[in-house]
């Protein structure tokens, strides 16, 4: 069995004892991690030894909330500045002349974009197959990247004409969503430790399927053991939408069809008040917490600090790349950390006599981002560098001008409070896919190339 070790880095394993080493490493045996700790205690040989003095590395990135195929709309000139819903209808034309070609390469866009921001792991939401489109056209591109795919059936059904938001021409019939559902767990889930490829069901939303589907969705996905994901309370007007369709809050309609429990989980959950976070806290729910594209849209500010006071498990998520216009996710982390002190100096921080209200803090945030990321997902094999886990870890060199200053003071905090850069190192299962800042799966320009290509025939229409 091949093995790897790494040493000399400024090491942050995020473990329940959050343990740091100035001078650490990891012994890697066949993509998991075998032992980790300071570089003298480790073994002196292997057959690969990475050296990292200088670098700060830290848990692979999990990314819970994302739409590959929406870096091909970025930065649309008519959806730059429309709230969600009005976005959505601006957008969905363009996205019903989605090839598999399409899909393939925006796919291993955002996937690189994401290996280039320390991502080892990521789920997406495709939730439109127009055109002879499949998930499977994803699946395929993401095995030439390399990362960990949560890859989710998403589904629409329920047109402008029966009362939802999407036009006829994205949607599609409920026995065919269910039947290629069952298709797909069937072919591509491994529910196995170092699995790459897991599939979850995700119809889109309240505004897009009916109780029906949601419903079958969530039977099927209890049969075979797959987790469920969809978007919730993302907006106020969603919340309007369902309380005139269904009679619920988003919250309540969840439950009333079936969708609370420790196997789902909601991107955005912005619009909940403190008995709706009960209910997930109550349920295990867990949130993709989404603070850019939240910005971007207008939609809101996540009520972070609350649930993670209640024992509601939060993970990060760039979301689609026309409501981010970027797959960053180690800037994500920081948007997160500076968009939680925003709320709290909306509600009064300033002016808060209280000693135990405390802003969110750089490692706070990297939680979210690695072990609140893996709970969310379900997945205890990643979030952490210990023992018996996948060897999935970032690595950024503090010698550099972005870092000057910063990294002598705390090499950590620096990573998340100076400007976010590419990383320089990004290993998935003891496999460098991102080394020396450049990625070695796949050719970046010719990626680039292609990618335009395709954006710029979606829009000429």
């Known amino acids: 069995m091949p093995t790897l070790l790494v040493r000399h880095a400024y090491l942050v394993t995020m473990d329940d004892h959050q343990r740091e080493f100035p001078d650490g490493g990891l012994f890697i045996r066949d993509g998991f991690i075998e032992s980790v700790g300071r570089t003298s205690d480790l073994p002196a040989v292997a057959d690969e030894v990475l050296d990292l003095a200088g670098h700060v590395l830290l848990p692979g990135l999990v990314n819970t909330h994302h739409h590959f195929y929406q870096t091909l ?44 921001s320390g991502c080892t792991t990521a789920s997406d939401h495709l939730y439109l197959f127009p055109n002879g489109s499949s998930l499977d056209d994803e699946i395929a591109a993401a095995k030439e990247v390399g990362l960990r795919l949560q890859a989710s059936r998403g589904s629409m059904s329920l047109s402008e004409k029966d009362g939802g938001l999407p036009p006829d021409s994205v949607v599609d019939t409920e026995a065919h969503i269910l039947k290629d ?70 919250v309540g309609y969840m439950q009333a069809v079936d969708w609370v ?29 989404c603070p850019t594209s939240n910005m971007r849209l207008a939609s809101g500010i996540a009520p972070v600090k609350e649930y993670r006071a209640a024992g509601v498990d939060v993970g990060l998520g760039v979301d689609g790349s026309a409501s981010n216009d970027g797959s960053h996710l180690l800037a994500e982390v920081r948007q997160a950390m500076l968009l939680a002190r925003m709320r ?20 706070d945030a990297l939680y979210l981002g690695t072990r609140g990321g893996a709970a969310v997902l379900g997945r205890s094999d990643i979030g952490s560098l210990e023992p018996g886990k996948c060897a999935d870890f970032f690595a950024v060199d503090l010698n550099r001008l972005d870092y000057a200053g ?56």
């Open 73 to 116: 709309t970025r930065a649309v000139p008519a959806a730059q500045d429309a709230n969600l819903f009005n976005w959505l209808k601006t957008l969905y034309p363009i996205w019903a002349r989605l090839t598999p070609e399409d899909i393939f390469v925006s796919t291993q866009t955002a996937l690189a974009e994401l290996a280039l």
């Open 406 to 461: 910063g990294a002598v003071h705390d090499p950590v905090a620096a990573a998340v409070f100076c400007q976010p850069v590419s990383v320089d190192l990004t290993v998935v299962g003891g496999r460098p896919i991102v080394r020396d800042g450049r990625l070695t799966s796949v050719d970046e320009g010719r990626l680039v190339e292609r990618h335009n290509r395709a954006a710029k025939r979606l829009l000429a229409g």
């Open 181 to 250: 559902s069952q298709r797909l767990i069937e072919t591509y889930h491994d529910p196995r430790p170092g699995a790459m490829t897991q599939v979850v069901l995700a119809p889109c939303s309240p505004f897009s399927v009916t109780g029906d589907l949601m419903r079958e969705s969530a039977k099927l996905a209890r049969e075979y053991g797959v987790h469920l994901h969809t978007h919730l309370a993302e907006t106020e007007d969603e919340e309007q939408f369902c309380l005139q369709k269904f009679g619920h809050r988003p």
């Open 344 to 363: 709290e100096g909306i509600t009064g921080y300033s002016l808060s006599n209280d000693p135990n209200r405390k802003l969110m803090t750089a490692r």
């Open 261 to 289: 429990g420790g196997d789902v989980w909601f991107a955005h959950a912005v619009w909940v008040n403190d008995e709706e976070i009960g209910v997930f806290a109550e349920h295990k729910c867990g949130v993709a917490h």
